[in-house]
């Protein structure tokens, strides 16, 4: 992850995206570099479009933004009908014992 993250670093900050940039941001960070992880990433974004790629991966995001908020909403309706259930369930068990002793 951190490879993509200096490839992103370099795109933010208007520099190339060449080898010997990412290796940079990698060794200033502390990181380990391996050879053969800078190549392969540098040559998938060869041609790519970042700013669009970022806006599409967005997308999904912000779509299923209004979906979890609502997700609460629904738990909690679960949870006063499991409430409502278990007093139903305690005074039937009540009754029942009652009927046993009167």
């Known amino acids: 992850m951190e ?3 200096a490839a992103l670093l370099l795109h933010a900050a208007g520099k190339e995206i060449t080898e010997d940039a990412v290796k940079a941001v990698l060794s200033a960070a502390g990181v380990e570099v391996d050879e053969a992880r800078v190549k392969a990433l540098v040559a998938a974004l060869e041609g790519v479009n970042i700013d669009e790629a970022i806006e599409n991966a967005a997308m999904p995001v912000a779509a ?3 979906a979890a908020a609502a997700a609460p909403a629904a738990e909690e309706k679960k949870e006063e009908e499991k409430k409502e259930e278990k007093k139903d369930d305690t005074a039937a068990a009540a009754a029942g014992l009652a ?4």
Request: charge should be neutral.
């Open 3 to 5: 490879y993509v993250y």
């Open 64 to 66: 299923a933004a209004p």
């Open 99 to 102: 009927a046993l002793f009167g």
